[in-house]
């Protein structure tokens, strides 16, 4: 990768002052223009210690509205961000639409690190490569401009900065214990950059190399970022058909075929519910101890029974171990972000567990019915869902996902019920009604979530809930069960 680096033409290098003036005018008038347009707008800027990074993102900003951009210097994760998956802290602080964030490196320095002192290689090396380009693209397709620059210096230029920058006082802590390391090791970080480069330059987006060394870094790469944001605003966007991941899905029934007889007693249920309930409190103890993230997803039709399911779940555990999620529409923060934001948010540390009350799957079922998202944006969030689930599962969590399941009878028999009993009035609204009018619809959009989304490390699980009893102990003892296989490993 680093010999796509090209120098200026010396005839250029005499014209870099009135240049340089002329494109942060550019850039700020092309701030006004992406806040319109409802651009959002990453630049990130990786490279060497001492090549520049920081003040290259301080002289970006100078003239630029600072209501409308955010920069992110990226350090080691804390604790608490080593307890998350790697993409959480970055998917975090994507920018909203019509803003800019600037990252002053980041998920490719981090990476870098991973790789030079604590051994990522092999298998893990490319589920990292996988991860890192399936985010970008899932920016990139969801209407964002991402912008990366590496800015290459050899090594004898880094020597003299770092020798400079260590002789006073003032300076010699902007030379971390890191970039002594980076520098020690030059040639075998050039290799590894090299090749991460290589496996993440993409056309939606390329990598730009610039030459750190010249006073002229910043007429680069105020070319590219202008030249870059012209064309988004334009629509001039580049055609990426990225190769397609084999996801292994599991074989499901259509909703139809599922039978909705099941029950139990109610002298059984207690018993059972009882024992079950023990041994789920047991069993958060122990994920907590091993550190096992745990993610529950509940969808299914209104009135099927989820509050209450959730409910004998939570009895269960310890309050300070789970989070329950309930999904609402989004809020203009939420809505103004890639769909996938606001759920990040709320991924649990390791040991913990999250309960989504309803989730990422809106997507494919009311945002699809209701027009609420393009045909391509649902379409398309059936490969985005899985990737999530694998990033997820790849860092260790156990995913369980519930469709609790009942007829178009019960539904009535449970509306009617609650239209005409007070102290239930609150849980039926117009939209219940206007939503069962779309019965059919929804029918065929879970069925078709259900065969694509079904994976063996994110399960589906059909949830028969005529009989809520039933319903309540077949979740708690699959649940179980997975905990039981996950502690097992």
Known sequence: MFEKLTPLAESEKSLVKAEIS????????????????????????????????????????????????????????????????????????????????????????????????????????????????????????????????????????????????????????????????????????????????????????????????????????????????????????????????????????????????????????????????????????????????????????DAAGKGGNIKRVAAALDPRGYEVVPIAAPDKHEISRQYLWRFWNHIPKTGHITIFDRSWYGRVMVERIEGFCTEDDWKRAYREMNEFEKELSDWGAVILKFWIHIDKDTQLARFNDRQNTPEKQWKITDEDWRNREKWDQYEIAVDEMLQKTSTEYAPWHIIESTDKKYARLKVLNILIDALEDALKK
Not at 181 to 200: F, G, I, P, S
């Open 22 to 301: 002329a494109l942060k005018n550019r850039l700020s008038s092309q701030q006004q223009q992406v806040k319109q347009a409802k651009l959002p707008v990453v630049v990130l800027i990786e490279g060497w210690g001492a090549s520049g990074k920081g003040s290259l993102i301080g002289d970006l900003i100078l003239n630029m509205d600072p209501r409308s951009f955010t920069v992110f210097s990226i350090n080691p994760p804390t604790d608490d961000e080593a307890r998350r998956p790697f993409l959480w802290r970055y998917f975090q602080k994507i920018p909203e639409a019509g803003q800019f964030v600037f990252f002053d490196s980041g998920w490719y320095g981090e990476t870098i690190q991973n790789v030079m002192t604590d051994g990522l290689d092999g298998k893990d090396y490319r589920r990292r490569v996988e991860s890192i380009n399936a985010f970008e693209r899932q920016l990139t397709d969801g209407g964002y401009l991402v912008v990366k620059f590496f800015l290459h210096i050899p090594k004898k230029i880094q020597d003299e900065r770092f020798e400079k920058l260590l002789s006073s006082e003032n300076t010699e802590w902007r030379v971390s214990k890191a970039d002594k390391r980076e520098n020690k090791h030059y040639k075998e970080y050039a290799v590894a950059w090299d090749q991460l480069l290589d496996k993440t330059d993409t056309p939606a987006a390329p990598w730009h190399i610039i030459d750190g060394s010249e006073r002229t870094k910043r007429l680069q790469v105020y070319r590219v970022l202008t030249d870059a944001i012209a064309a988004a605003l334009e629509g001039n966007r580049p055609a990426y058909d990225a190769p397609h991941a084999e996801f292994p899905l599991l074989s499901m029934p259509k909703l139809a075929q599922v039978p909705l007889d099941q029950k139990v007693e109610e002298t059984e249920y207690r018993i059972q519910l009882k024992e079950a309930q023990n041994r789920l409190k047991d069993l958060h103890n122990r994920i907590y101890r091993k550190k096992i993230p745990v993610i529950l997803v509940y969808e299914g039709w």
